[in-house]
């Protein structure tokens, strides 16, 4: 693919956070973003362009597609019907077949297996009347996930033993629990031209399901930091992908596992804005404009940790503290649970 020429619009399909630092990445690198919004979009206060519209609008998703030289997204939940009107008008980065895989949890671990990744072990439970047999076979603790649509720890039940009966109302699987001793995650890019570059790993602290902590080093011998990276730069190549993802694994005493991947920057890659000096969010923007990947070789130690809810009460002593980047979304109200931004700290 041809670079995109400076100038360019970069059509950005949601309008969250990741929207906005996206946004702000390609704007330093010349071009220019259209953001498409059904809701509130905290990325339009620094986009070119927002369309605010249900993904569900034909003209709306028509002009959007026509006002962009190329499509990528923060968000990989968008209706296949709108992908597919999107993708007859401009080319979408990165390309279907990752979202396709990501949407659904069962279609993702199957896709993992099939390249010879390890995941939990996994049960489709299609209806409520599939779930006895299923934790029949994977046995107790076991989580049930919806397929489609989770994030942030929603639409998950946790099973303590094989008798309870609970149903999260949609298509699911089962996944038997991992004793995991922790969390950490790979943000790999690969460029246009097939390169491939990766982040160094960093430590994931989550609470009630959401992210809090993303740390590096994340205290992986140097060993299990090949693996995480090896099996990224996997995932990447199987996809021919072109973009930044963030790959979560659980860290267990036989080896990493990967328990989902991400087709879009990742809230635990943020700390690679104090911590490189490409960050991933200029990262996807080069790998979806042709440009070369650049250098996102660590040079600190550094902490990120979400301002979550009331968390936001904290920016003033925050803007006091050294060596500390405030990253805020200019989003409205600090609801219980909504990312209100985050702070980067260099250790
Ligand atoms: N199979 C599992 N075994 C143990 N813990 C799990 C398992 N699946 C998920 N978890 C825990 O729940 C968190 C959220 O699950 P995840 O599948 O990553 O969903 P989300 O899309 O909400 O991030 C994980 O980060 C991990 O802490
Ligand atoms: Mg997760």
């Known amino acids: 693919m041809t670079e995109l020429p400076a100038g360019s619009v970069i059509g950005i399909l949601g309008g969250g956070q990741l929207g906005r630092m996206l946004s702000v990445a390609a704007s330093r690198l010349g071009y220019r973003t259209h953001i498409y919004e059904p809701g509130a979009a905290p990325a339009g206060d620094v986009a070119h362009a927002v369309t605010t519209a249900p993904y569900e609008d034909e003209a709306a998703l028509r002009s959007f597609a026509q006002s962009v030289d190329v499509i990528t997204y923060e968000f990989e939940n968008v209706p296949t019907a709108a992908l597919d009107l999107l993708e007859s008008i401009r080319p979408i980065r990165p390309n279907r077949r990752a979202l396709a895989v990501s949407q659904d949890r069962l279609t993702e671990k199957d896709f993992l297996s099939e390249i010879g990744l390890r995941t939990a072990p996994y049960r489709n439970v299609e209806t409520e009347a599939d779930l006895p047999q299923a934790l029949a076979d994977l046995g107790a603790p076991a ?16 099973f303590a033993d094989t008798a309870q009966r609970d149903w999260t109302g949609a298509p699911s699987v089962l996944e038997g629990f991992v004793a995991f001793s922790a969390e950490v995650s790979v943000i790999v890019a690969r460029g246009a031209d097939g390169q491939v570059a990766a982040f160094d790993p960093g430590l994931n602290v989550h609470r009630e399901g959401i992210l809090r902590t993303t740390t590096v080093p994340c205290g992986l011998s140097n ?55 490409v960050d991933q969010f200029e990262q996807h923007i080069r790998a979806v404009a042709g440009l070369p990947l650049g250098d996102g070789q660590r040079y600190a130690d550094v902490e990120m940790e ?42």
Not at 143 to 158: A, E, F, N, S, V
Not at 228 to 237: D, G, P, W
């Open 223 to 277: 060993t299990l930091l090949m693996d995480a990276v090896l099996i990224a730069a996997k995932i990447v190549n199987a996809l021919d992908y072109v973009g930044v993802m963030g790959v979560e694994l659980f860290v267990t005493p036989g080896g990493l596992i990967v328990n989902e991947v991400a087709p879009r920057v990742h809230n635990s890659g943020h700390w690679t804005q104090a911590g490189c000096a």
């Open 143 to 158: 989580i049930l996930k919806t397929r489609r649509m989770g994030y942030d720890g929603k639409g998950q039940i946790r």
């Open 306 to 347: 979400n301002l979550i809810g009331d968390d936001i009460d904290r920016v003033p002593a925050l803007l006091k503290q050294p060596r500390t980047q405030v990253h805020l979304y200019g989003k409205g109200a600090a609801r219980p649970g909504r990312k209100m931004g985050h702070v980067n700290r260099v250790l």
